[in-house]
């Protein structure tokens, strides 16, 4: 998966608990995405970062929160995990620099009960 | 809002026939791409097509762009039950700096390919 991968890769948690998801790349690529899959809705795009401390929000940010400190990972933080927050979540890099195709990571399984 | 919308939502084909898959979008693209979704596993890139592209081919793939209509296809000719997967068109916006880097995802096609 193009030097990418995602942890943990499933969870189980309780609403109210705070949760991060790490995504770690090998690749040295500008761009991080975090994003959620629910049925009926595709990929949406929560957060993305532009490079190091630089972050931007995406179509569905409310109750997310992320962070870049080094290139290669990005958190996705729940502050207070909810029901709704139940979902498959991946995360994409690309290059940038011309380059627009991104690569996913195998994705993690939250559950939040 | 999805930017993207995938017509049909499923398809189910017999193997050696071809699978097309259209794709219809809003506003103004820099490219369109599509990527494929094996069950339970991260989408995979398959191809990118550019605004200023009318048709491209890669392998089996053959994709158009028509942004007169704003919408694009996907034919995969002589399917394979490997080609068993839901795929997804995804769509650049036209601007500039670093926006243009998000991705807009459509809602994706299952398509089933019978042995």
């Known amino acids: 998966d193009a030097g990418i991968t995602q942890s943990p890769r499933h969870k189980v948690t309780e609403t109210g608990t705070p949760v991060t998801l790490r995504c770690h790349q090998t690749e040295n690529h500008r761009y991080m995405y975090w994003y959620r899959q629910d049925p009926g809705h595709g990929l949406r795009l929560i957060h993305y970062s532009y490079g190091v401390k630089d972050t931007d929000k995406g179509e569905v940010s409310d109750g997310y929160s992320v962070s870049r400190s080094k290139t290669e990972d990005f958190l996705l933080t729940l502050e207070s995990a909810t029901s709704s927050q139940t979902s498959v979540y991946f995360c994409a890099i690309s290059p940038g620099q011309g380059v627009y195709e991104q690569y996913f990571g195998p994705g993690t399984r939250l559950t939040v009960t | 809002s999805q930017q993207g919308e995938e017509d049909p939502q499923a398809l189910s084909i017999q193997e050696g026939e071809n699978a097309t898959m259209n794709c219809s979008y809003k506003?103004?693209?820099?490219?369109l791409q599509w990527y494929r979704q094996n069950s339970g596993r991260g989408l995979v890139h398959l191809i990118l097509i550019r605004s200023n592209e009318r048709e491209k081919h890669s392998g089996r793939l053959r994709v158009t762009l028509d942004t007169s209509k704003k919408s694009s296809s996907l034919l995969i000719t002589a399917s394979r039950a490997a080609d068993t997967a839901s795929y997804f068109c995804a769509t650049a916006p036209l601007i500039s700096g670093g926006s243009n880097y998000k991705l807009t995802f459509g809602k994706g096609t299952l398509l089933t390919v019978n042995p």
């Open positions: 506003t103004s693209i820099n490219n």
